[in-house]
T-cell receptor
């Protein structure tokens, strides 16, 4: 009974490159959330997706960041032309369909380092 | 500024002592959660409280939701080294119908043997 799977766990990119972070929700879960965590800070909401739909992207930077959750396959958080300020831990969480009780199951995170 | 203010930011205690961490806001929340996060891992949900004044106990952990649903506290009795971690509160505002949770910055708790 696998939990939320994120990969890669660690990613190093040079400024200007692209970063792609993947998240496979728990089996049967149809809600996916992405959060960003900077050192010694809490989690900042980025985006909430259901299958093939972006429900709320109010926490996403307007440029360079995008997210998708296709009908088949994992959710992807994509960061284009990365800058040093993008270095952070990116966490994905999922929750089951139906009435959203807010119970979130988090993955172990993807740690992005931009050189 | 944080929507949820957690205090203290850091707490170091000896095994066997008690501790309380706080989560405060000027906003009203429909529900509030507490998570614990260990280094290199994702947060793990400890409890969800939804009713003003609600108290929940989980072994040595006691969670309280304020009457006005603006604040919460987590009390740990007889702390153990295994309680070490970053404790995060997260609140869902009444206006967020689909359940987005906003997180506080966390309280880092260190329990030494």
């Amino acid at each position: 009974n696998a939990g939320v799977m994120q990969n890669p766990r660690h990613l190093v990119r040079r400024r200007g490159q692209e970063a792609r972070l993947r998240c496979s929700p728990m089996k049967g879960h149809s809600h996916v959330y992405w959060y960003r965590q900077l050192p010694e800070e809490g989690l900042k909401f980025m985006v909430y997706l259901q299958k093939e739909n972006i429900i709320d992207e109010s926490g996403m930077p307007k440029e360079r960041f995008s997210a998708e959750f296709p009908k088949e396959g994992p959710s992807i958080l994509r960061i284009q032309q990365v800058v040093r300020g993008d270095s952070a831990a990116y966490f994905c969480a999922s929750s089951p369909p139906g009435r959203n009780t807010g119970e979130l199951f988090f993955g172990e995170g993807s740690r992005l380092t931009v050189l | 500024t944080q929507l949820l203010e957690q205090s203290p930011q850091f707490l170091s205690i000896q095994e066997g002592e008690n501790l309380t961490v706080y989560c405060n806001s000027s906003s009203v929340f429909s529900s509030l959660q507490w998570y614990r996060q260990e280094p290199g891992e994702g947060p793990v949900l400890l409890v969800t409280v939804v009713t003003g004044g609600e108290v929940k106990k989980l072994k040595r952990l006691t969670f309280q939701f304020g009457d006005a649903r603006k604040d919460s506290s987590l009390h740990i009795t007889a702390a153990q080294p295994g309680d070490t971690g970053l404790y995060l509160c997260a609140g869902r505002m009444t206006t967020d119908s689909w359940g987005k949770f906003q997180f506080g910055a966390g309280t880092q708790v260190v329990v030494t043997p």
